[in-house]
């Protein structure tokens, strides 16, 4: 059966974030919706492991969306609540190389910070602000993600990617996507994977 994940504790006190964020909120955050996310996650994943086992996928895209709902959450959760400290007990602002790299890609804290708080204001409806490392170019940069899913979980590592848009297959394969799937199975470079697989597992 698939991992099971856990709710992770708060590294501090409901009332340690005080009085910028209260105690209630915390609780309610933290206990009801971040434990919501952790127990859809498992209930997504233990639909998928049975799907695998009777060989019926029918309800596939409904689990995997659970499963990119619900991981979503419980990853940037888990990211968000040790992202914060009560007020006061560390540095208020960036040092080392955090700080000459921001530098570097925002030209400054200020800047950086008004262009986070612009985009986290801009969010429509529920989502998040995020500031990113982004390893092919070597930067940081600031995105949001209106929800959070949209049929992924924040925190993975891509092994292995399928183009479905039409444009990867219509020319050979019109309207029949499976074809393609099934045919694309035979030039996928598996010691690729295999190398990225040990990458991410470090
Ligand atoms: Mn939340």
Same mark, same amino acid.
């Given at each position: 059966m698939?991992?099971?994940y856990e709710l992770p504790p708060l590294p501090y006190a409901y009332?340690?974030?005080?009085?910028?964020i209260d105690e209630q909120t915390m609780r309610l955050h933290h206990d009801k919706h971040h434990l919501?996310?952790?127990?859809?996650?498992?209930?997504a994943l233990d639909k998928l492991a049975a799907a695998r086992e009777a060989g019926d996928f029918a309800l596939v895209k409904h689990w995997s969306r659970e499963a990119a709902f619900h991981g979503s959450g419980h990853f940037l959760h888990s990211i968000f609540w040790p992202n914060m400290a009560p007020a006061g007990s560390g540095p208020g602002e960036p040092?080392?190389?955090l700080a000459a790299q921001i530098a570097k890609d925002f030209g400054s804290f200020n800047?950086?910070?008004a262009q986070f708080g612009a985009a986290a204001g801009a969010v429509e409806g529920s989502g998040w602000a995020l500031l990113v490392w982004e390893p092919n170019a070597g930067?940081?940069?600031v995105l949001t993600a209106e929800k959070h899913q949209n049929l992924t979980q924040w925190g993975v590592v891509p092994l292995l990617v399928l183009d479905v848009w039409e444009h990867a297959y219509y020319l050979k394969y019109q309207n029949?996507?499976?074809?393609?799937?099934?045919?694309? !199975?035979?030039? @996928?470079? !598996?010691?690729? @994977?295999?190398?990225?697989?040990a990458a991410a597992r470090g």
């Open positions: 698939a991992n099971k009332d340690a974030l005080e009085p910028h919501s996310y952790v127990n859809g996650l498992n209930a040092s080392g190389d800047a950086f910070k930067q940081l940069e029949n996507r499976g074809a393609y799937v099934t045919a694309w !199975w035979n030039v @996928v470079n !598996w010691a690729d @994977v295999a190398e990225r697989f």
